[in-house]
């Protein structure tokens, strides 16, 4: 009679592990699609704000349409493209401001200064709502490795979690001319 005491209690335990674990990896999987919206509200903050500078009028006709147009391409780009057309909106960014000359004429032109500073918060949130993102990819990969997780299937038919990888570096002149006003305090 003891043997199958020890027997149940023992089932009881791998269940009850099993049962903690696949929860965690629910929470994990509900981490990643949190931090994933948050990212695309970023992603699509930052499109949104370079489009309506690239259409307001202060650049010249070339960056009005290099800007417009890797903005419009980040913004309607699907899952599989969209890592690709939001490093080009960097790219795009870091062109359009390369000097100081086109920060100056964003900061001088009539709602300028909230234009470029909605910008660089955009463009500063950008890299930190990736790292949440990616952060909660690690950790559900490293749970989902584990032999338990696979042999008894407890991360159901969940998509394997992948990292969002992009070139997220801001544009210089614009951080350092307009960025004073997007920290606490200010």
């Known amino acids: ?11 009881l335990l791998i269940a009850v592990y099993l049962s903690w674990t696949a929860g965690r990896l629910d929470r994990l999987h ?6 994933r919206a948050a990212l695309d509200a970023q992603l699509l903050r930052r499109a949104s704000v370079a489009q309506e500078l690239a259409t307001a009028g202060v650049f010249d006709p070339a960056a009005s349409m290099v ?4 903005a419009h391409a980040a913004r309607l ?17 870091r062109a359009v401001f390369a000097e100081s000359a086109q920060v100056s004429a964003v900061l001088d032109a009539p709602g300028g200064q909230a234009s470029a500073e909605e910008l660089v918060a955009a463009v500063r949130r950008v890299p930190m709502a990736r790292r949440f993102h990616n952060d909660a990819v690690r950790a559900a990969r490293a749970v989902r490795r584990h032999r338990t997780v696979r042999w008894f299937r407890l991360a159901g038919h969940a998509p394997f979690p992948l990292a969002f990888e992009m070139d997220d570096e801001p544009p210089t002149a614009l951080v350092e001319r307009a960025g004073g006003t997007d920290r606490p305090g200010h």
């Open 1 to 11: 009679m003891t043997t199958v005491i020890w027997i149940v209690l023992a089932l």
């Open 30 to 35: 509900a981490r990643i699609d949190a931090a």
């Open 77 to 93: 780009a699907q899952d599989e493209q969209r890592e690709v057309a939001e490093s080009e909106l960097s790219q795009a960014l």
């Open 67 to 70: 800007l417009h147009q890797a």
